[in-house]
């Protein structure tokens, strides 16, 4: 990842601070934006020469604007945005309020969208790639997920077109689906026990993923030169729960 210079929303801390540490440790720049200001001054003082860190809500357009900003400002491109970050509740799809569909579409949906235009001008200059998120539970309309389901779906859709859109630009747009054990899933295993045990029986390779050694290194690849052919594409890093055709 020599000669890459990456914005990771939400790269503070969960995969997006497994992301960053990966990238940063393949010799790629990042730039990690998060609302965690502890946690992103912790990961860039991991490695000050190869980490910064912008504090900041992504779901707001001029964050989106400052950060690819500062990532050309500091180290002089960007070849690649990952949006990672994205913020939701859970709750039966009735009892979800109308700040609660904000929530979830305002980070994942918004976040995503304001991401990708803002960068879509230094992205031309290097034919950058884009890595967006979905989710299994979107696939698969897990309950209790109507919000964060219906934006994953929506940022599908979005990379797709996008994806296509942006192809005569040089510019890739590609999705992963990763299931990884970090805070946020231990929080909902908590509250959801029941949903958490399904999930794991359902996982051929028979565990939750790692989200540095299992999905970090899915985004370095789709990122990189040797997903070059790759656009539009969902990939699954899930450990097989969910099989695409
Ligand atoms: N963990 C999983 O198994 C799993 C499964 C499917 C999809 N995903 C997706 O993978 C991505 C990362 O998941 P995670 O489990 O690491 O999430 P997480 O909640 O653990 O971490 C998200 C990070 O984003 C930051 N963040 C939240 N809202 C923000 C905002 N408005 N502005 C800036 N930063 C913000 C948080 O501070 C945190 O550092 C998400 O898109 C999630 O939906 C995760």
């Not at 370095?220 to 997903?227: E, R």
Request: hydrophobic share 45%.
């Amino acid at each position: 990842m020599r000669n890459h210079v990456v914005i990771v929303t939400g790269g503070a801390a969960g995969i997006g601070g497994a992301i960053t540490t990966e990238l940063a440790s393949r010799g790629a720049h990042v730039l990690a934006v998060d609302l965690d200001a502890e946690a992103g001054q912790a990961i860039a003082a991991t490695d000050p020469d190869r980490i910064a860190f912008m504090e900041g809500d992504i779901s707001k357009e001029d964050v989106a604007r400052e950060a690819v900003k500062m990532a050309v400002d500091r180290f002089g491109k960007l070849t690649g945005l990952v949006n990672n970050a994205h913020a939701s509740r859970q709750k039966p799809l009735l009892d979800h309020t109308a700040e609660d569909w904000a929530l979830s579409f305002d980070t994942g949906f918004r976040g995503t969208l304001n991401f990708m235009k803002a960068a879509h001008p230094e992205l031309l200059k290097t034919k950058g790639a884009i890595v967006n998120f979905g989710s299994g539970a979107a696939l698969n309309g897990q309950p209790n997920q109507a919000a964060y389901a219906a934006a994953k779906e929506a940022i599908r859709g979005l990379s797709r077109v996008a994806a296509n859109e942006w192809a005569e630009d040089g510019i890739r747009v590609n999705i992963v689906c990763p299931l990884a054990l970090t805070e946020g899933v231990v929080k909902w295993k908590e509250d959801h026990p029941d949903q958490y045990d399904e999930v794991a029986a359902k996982v051929p390779l028979g565990r939750l993923g790692d989200p540095q050694k299992d999905v970090a290194p899915v985004v370095a690849f789709l990122l990189g030169d040797d997903s070059r052919y790759m656009t539009g594409q969902t990939v699954m890093a899930d450990g097989g729960g969910t099989m695409l055709r």
